[in-house]
């Protein structure tokens, strides 16, 4: 295997190892949204259920308010009862008390419908709540291990980086060139070794002529497939 083809492998493994670390940089970000997300989502819960609460409170008054408006008329047909003369008036007033006191008990038993769901709801907040609070320390722990991610990820980086133009020294520059275009490229290995007569990037069969010219490695041999380079490992 010539110098260059050697340096060529040395300098892709540190190209692999600096691309590794900017996908991980790149991917903290992302890690912070699904956090949120999360910790929001949490957040909506209760406040659904804040809501909730307070409209069946509001359900409540208003029945109240529905409640007392048909004592007053069963108070009022009750109190035109007593003076009635004759009875056709007292029954027809009869028929009105049993429909205002059938009206009061269906109110009477919507009311006592919402206020256990009240309570459900009650302790259903009290449940997001403790929970929410529970999320928010875990939240707090793992944003502080993000950050500290970030910066182990950022001097790892920056300690790859540094040395990377010694190891281009001594390497033919056409190959240099070749190699940077394909691993921009594809983002990861540019050098491939040959599997079995098949590219190990892409897998296609490679014709025999390539695969003895990869096994010489004094010139870059190039998959017809994916234009990466080719080594005969071994």
Not at 41 to 69: C, F, P, V, Y
Not at 102 to 130: F, H, P, T
Not at 158 to 165: C, L, M, S, Y
């Amino acid at each position: 295997m010539s110098e260059s083809f050697e340096k060529l492998l040395i300098l892709q493994d540190r190209d692999r190892r600096i691309a590794q670390f900017i996908r991980e940089r790149a991917d903290i970000p992302k890690r912070r949204e699904l956090i949120d997300e999360r910790l929001n989502s949490h957040r909506e819960a209760l406040n659904h259920a804040k809501e909730t609460r307070q409209t069946h409170g509001l359900r409540i008054k208003e029945l109240e308010g529905d409640i007392e408006t048909f004592k007053v008329r069963l108070r009022k047909y009750k109190e035109q009862q007593l003076g009635v003369k004759n009875n056709d008036e007292y029954r027809a007033l009869s028929r009105e008390i049993l429909s205002t006191e059938r009206s009061i008990r269906k109110l009477e038993d919507q009311e006592l419908e919402v206020m256990e769901s009240v309570e459900e709801l009650n302790s259903r907040v009290k449940e997001l709540d403790d929970e929410l609070k529970k999320e928010e320390a875990s939240v707090q722990d793992e944003l502080v291990l993000l950050d500290e991610r970030l910066h182990h990820i950022e001097c790892e980086l920056e300690e790859v980086k540094q040395g990377r133009g010694e190891l281009t020294e001594g390497i033919e520059p056409s190959w240099l060139s070749r190699y940077e275009r394909i691993f921009n490229h594809v983002g990861d290995f540019a050098i491939v070794g040959v599997e079995n007569g098949s590219c190990g990037g892409c897998h296609m069969c490679l014709p025999p002529q390539l695969v003895h010219d990869a096994r010489k490695n004094d010139s870059l041999t190039i998959c017809s497939y994916c234009g990466r380079i080719l080594n005969h490992f071994g």
